[in-house]
């Protein structure tokens, strides 16, 4: 997977845990280490969100 389809995946995992959000309406953070290191997309849209103050305990709460 190239690293602009892994972004992609990003993208859809945000979107997907926080109501449509895109990866590019939060904080930068290293994106390209995250993938270079082999990290998946879902955690990478977790540490996106939890750079950006998520609220995962709200959301847990709805569940």
Known sequence: ??????????????????????????????????YDAGETAETAAEEALAAADFPFDELEEME
Do not use: K, N, Y
């Open 1 to 34: 997977m190239t690293f602009a389809q892994w972004m992609q995946a990003v993208d859809q995992v945000v979107g997907e845990i926080a109501f449509g959000l895109s990866v590019h309406d939060l904080p930068d953070i290293d994106f390209r280490g995250l």
